[in-house]
């Protein structure tokens, strides 16, 4: 399984940027699709996260600001991110939990990361 993101890159700030994160390889199914952070000098935090059926969770800091939606055909997760502030500049990871196997068993289940890919937010 391998997860590949895109989308980063350098914006001033209050522009906008969209995140994809696409999974591929042997996938069953996708659980819950996240977006992850790591500023320098700073522990990773969870963005926003997105359940198979819908439900969605965001920091704090990005509410109103970011939306996260996914398309379950394309095994994709994407991060709209708008009205973007120079404390938003990291590094974004995407985590899947997927299952390999052959059916929702938790026995088939794991997180799988993606790369990352740099927004930088300049002021």
């Known amino acids: 399984v391998h997860l590949q993101a895109s989308g980063g890159g350098l914006v001033q700030a209050g522009g906008s940027l969209r995140l994809s994160c696409v999974a591929s390889?042997?996938?069953?199914?996708?659980?819950?699709m996240g977006w992850y952070r790591q500023a320098p000098g700073k522990q990773r935090e969870l963005v926003a996260a997105?359940?198979?059926?819908?439900?969605?969770n965001y920091a704090d800091s990005v509410k109103g600001r970011f939306f996260i939606s996914r398309d379950n055909a394309k095994n994709t997760v994407y991060l709209q991110m708008n009205s973007l502030k120079p404390e938003d500049t990291a590094v974004y990871y995407c985590?899947?939990?997927?299952?390999?196997?052959?059916?929702?068993?938790?026995?088939?289940?794991?997180?799988?990361w993606g790369k990352g890919t740099l927004v930088t937010v300049s002021s």
């Open positions: 985590k899947f939990y997927i299952f390999i196997g052959t059916s929702y068993s938790p026995l088939d289940g794991m997180d799988y």
């Open positions: 390889g042997r996938i069953f199914g996708i659980n819950d």
């Open positions: 997105i359940t198979r059926g819908g439900t969605t």
